[in-house]
């Protein structure tokens, strides 16, 4: 653990929170206020990049110049919209635990956030399964299953384009127990104030183009691959020789089909930072936006 970066963060947060000169909160409902809170997150969003410039391990690898501002724009001009987070990257790169952080906080300070993966959006492949006998069966005879053609791409944008105006939905659940099954309208999904988005699929197609901010993880190689080989053989139950040969697979699928969305992302975020940290951030973004005076 990052002591020197968690430590700072704490201080900032306590700053925060006990300052006697706090800021009035301003009416959202109209845009003077919203205009406003643009403003207090530029300057706000600057003071952290500046913070995390000078981490040991920074959190944030690279930002657009003018996402901030577009970003903030966009909350003036469409207030009603929900703020949707896509976040991407090549398989082992920290997508799912990056999510399971920000859903530890959500859940810390209860905030209205949704979080969906993409996975549940394979295609259904029960009966290539059956043919084939099994799934690495069907790989090894060409079955490209990170292509966008592998999944529900159109079920999944009408799905986003949903829970952005505020509809709840039912998303498809694809088993993984080896079946290849995708069961229809399996999960309920809320549409919450932010949603977050995760998953290969999540920027495929035309379904990059309705996020507010697009994410993507980038990890060291080293640890992608030791990361994968170990959930591989022990949560997955595969044998080290078929974990290995299917890493090879998702290297070239990765490269093919993930990587290129690298340059669309707003923010590319290091997969290797201490998840405490990281915590410690969403916290400060949390304070930030509730520690008006009322």
């Not at 089909?257 to 940290?277: A, F, H, T």
């Amino acid at each position: 653990m990052n002591e020197d970066n968690n430590n700072g963060f704490a201080h900032l947060i306590e700053k925060e929170i006990n300052s006697d000169d706090k800021i009035l909160k301003p009416d959202f409902n109209q845009k003077s206020g919203r205009e406003f809170l643009a403003f207090y997150l530029q300057a706000k969003f600057k003071q952290i990049m500046a913070f995390d410039n000078k981490a040991k391990q920074p959190i944030f690898t690279e930002i657009k110049h003018d996402f901030i501002q577009k970003f903030t724009k966009r909350l003036i001009q469409n207030p009603t919209k929900r703020i949707m987070i896509g976040i991407t990257g090549e398989s082992a790169s920290g997508k799912s635990t990056i999510c399971e952080e920000i859903k530890h906080t959500i859940e810390k300070f209860n905030m209205p956030v949704t979080i969906m993966s993409t996975d549940n959006y394979f295609n259904d492949i029960s009966s290539l399964i059956a043919k084939y006998g099994t799934f690495d069966a069907l790989r090894d005879n060409g079955y490209d299953v990170d292509s966008p053609n592998s999944f529900q791409l159109d079920i999944l944008k009408s799905d986003l384009d949903k829970l952005s105006q505020g509809e709840d939905i039912y998303t498809p659940e694809y088993l993984l127990n080896g079946t290849g099954v995708s069961v229809p309208h399996a999960k309920f999904v809320p549409s919450k104030k932010i949603v977050v988005v995760e998953g290969m699929a999540s920027m495929y197609g035309n379904n990059k183009d309705i996020y507010d901010v697009k994410v993507y993880v980038e990890t060291d190689f080293n640890l992608r691959k030791e990361r994968f080989l170990k959930r591989a053989c022990t949560e997955r139950n595969q044998d080290l020789e078929n974990a290995k040969k299917h890493w090879e697979y998702i290297l070239g699928a990765g490269e093919k089909y993930v990587k290129p969305y690298r340059n669309d992302s707003d923010i590319i975020i290091n997969g290797d930072s201490d998840l405490e940290y990281f915590a410690q951030i969403l916290e400060y973004f949390y304070t930030i936006t509730n520690n008006f005076e009322t």
